[in-house]
């Protein structure tokens, strides 16, 4: 009965714990400006489908894709388990559905066979990460911390496939000498590790049980908790992030109506406003993370740090300071930054800081081509890009530092009507020799 009442215990504060922190994530996202992706529902759902539950854009790399497969179908489909598991240490019971006799065998020897995938998986990250130093994983941004992060999610999934093994391994020992009639001989993994616990006394026996038992639950149960604070978040939200993934043609840039127009006015003036000009936003461009949209704050909390932007980005291929992958951390670090400063003020108070600037710098910014590669290689369909057009876009209208050579273009097109530094009237020149009565034309 204490047993029952500990585990109810700890498994009600992990809920409450985990709730509390989805909520503090979600109540950061809400930070952002308001977007509407509600449209063409039918598409987001495939989307969904083929991209999020489909893994269709990790398997591109075909080696790091089809591991990374075992390991998020593994890891869900094991944890069906874990309703046994519940089930058991609220009741006191011990294998509740075991009396599905050879079905419960057969889902048993199933989910053996996909931890093993999973251990294998992750072993092979890991040595990928660590040994094999692939460069992606070790970049200026993937600093102690990042990498620590990623290690910790790969060893502690390890160690809880292992204590699922384990934990059959006894059981299964224990049935055959102390409870004949109990647990099945027919988990075929689990079964291989049974000679390890050969001559082991009955008391010694029951505490590997159980202590594996513990140890698979409250590990669980742990790792909900450090989600939340880790990258490893992406298990929870790539799913509705690809659903609202952008479905404008690739690429397209969001034009402010209230300067489209005056464009518009400036290169054709005659075309007289047919109605008033919308009004222009507060603020153009995005200094900080409130001037972003929620779509693109949930991009950072659904950022997998995989690199694969990074790794195709032709800035970063040549040098440049500017990746992809270091725009999405920074949001997501100052967003958690200006979070922490509303969980204590009660709202956000001025704290003399801004993503532009204390985290990106302009040298990033103009170092992109905006060729888009970085969006169409993330497997969870996040857009760096958006940021950092929106970022350019306050440098420019807002503080008029934009590159030299931009800035003599974008006075040019003021001026003239174009991107050169001739007035419209001398636009003909050139053809001027061509129509002169000598040329014959
Ligand atoms: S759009 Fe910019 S950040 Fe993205 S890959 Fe191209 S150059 Fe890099
Ligand atoms: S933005 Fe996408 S591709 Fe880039 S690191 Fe994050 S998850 Fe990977």
New binding site residues.
């Given amino acids: 009965m204490l047993s029952q009442i500990i585990f109810t215990v700890i498994l009600i504060s992990a809920i409450a714990l985990f709730t509390y922190n989805v909520r503090k994530i979600s109540r950061n996202i809400k930070l952002g400006r308001p977007l509407d992706r509600t449209d063409h529902k039918g598409m987001r759902w495939k989307n969904m489908l083929l991209v999020a539950i489909g893994q269709s854009k990790m398997v591109r790399r075909p080696l790091a894709g089809i591991l990374h497969v075992f390991v998020y179908a593994g890891f869900i489909i094991i944890n069906i388990e874990v309703i046994e598991i519940l089930i058991d240490g609220i009741t006191g019971k011990d294998r509740v559905f075991s009396f599905l006799g050879v079905y419960y065998t057969m889902l048993i020897s199933a989910f053996e066979f996909l931890a093993v995938a999973v251990m294998l998986g992750c072993a092979t990250f890991l040595v990928r990460r660590n040994i094999g130093r692939l460069k992606r994983f070790w970049s200026k941004e993937m600093t102690a911390w990042p990498r620590t992060d990623a290690n910790i999610i790969l060893i502690t999934e390890i160690l809880l496939m292992s204590a699922f093994l384990i934990l059959d391994a006894s059981g299964t020992v224990y049935s055959r000498h102390f409870a004949p009639g109990g647990l099945s001989d027919g988990f075929p993994v689990s079964n291989l590790l049974t000679p390890m616990l050969k001559g082991i006394s009955l008391p010694g026996l029951l505490l590997i049980n159980r202590f594996c038992w513990w140890f698979h639950i409250i590990g669980i149960l742990a790792f909900l908790n450090y989600v939340p604070y880790s990258k490893h978040f992406h298990i929870v939200l790539s799913f509705p992030n690809v659903y609202y993934s952008n479905l404008q043609p690739k690429g397209g840039f969001t034009n402010l109506p209230s300067v489209t127009k005056e464009i518009k006015m400036m290169l054709n003036p005659d075309a007289a406003p047919s109605e008033a000009a919308p009004p222009a936003p507060e603020r153009f461009g995005a200094k900080d993370v409130f001037d972003l949209s929620w779509k693109q704050l949930m991009d950072a909390y659904s950022c997998t740090e995989c690199g694969r932007?990074t790794s195709?980005?032709?800035?970063?291929l040549t040098g440049k300071l500017?990746s992809?992958r270091k725009i999405m951390m920074d949001t997501r670090d100052r967003l958690e930054e200006a979070g922490a400063n509303i969980s204590k003020n009660g709202k956000f108070v001025d704290d003399g800081k801004a993503l532009l600037g204390d985290y990106i710098k302009p040298e990033e910014l103009w170092?992109?081509?905006?060729?888009?590669?970085?969006?169409e290689e993330c497997p969870v369909n996040i857009d760096?890009?958006s940021i950092?057009v929106e970022m350019r876009r306050y440098l420019m209208m807002e503080q008029s530092a934009a590159p030299p050579a931009l800035a003599q273009m974008c006075s040019n097109i003021e001026n003239n009507g174009a991107p050169w530094q001739f007035p419209a009237s001398d636009r003909l020149n050139w053809a001027a020799p061509l129509l002169s009565p000598k040329a014959g034309i």
């Fill in positions: 932007c195709s980005c032709p800035a970063n500017l992809p170092a992109c081509t905006s060729c888009n590669a970085c969006t760096p890009l950092i």
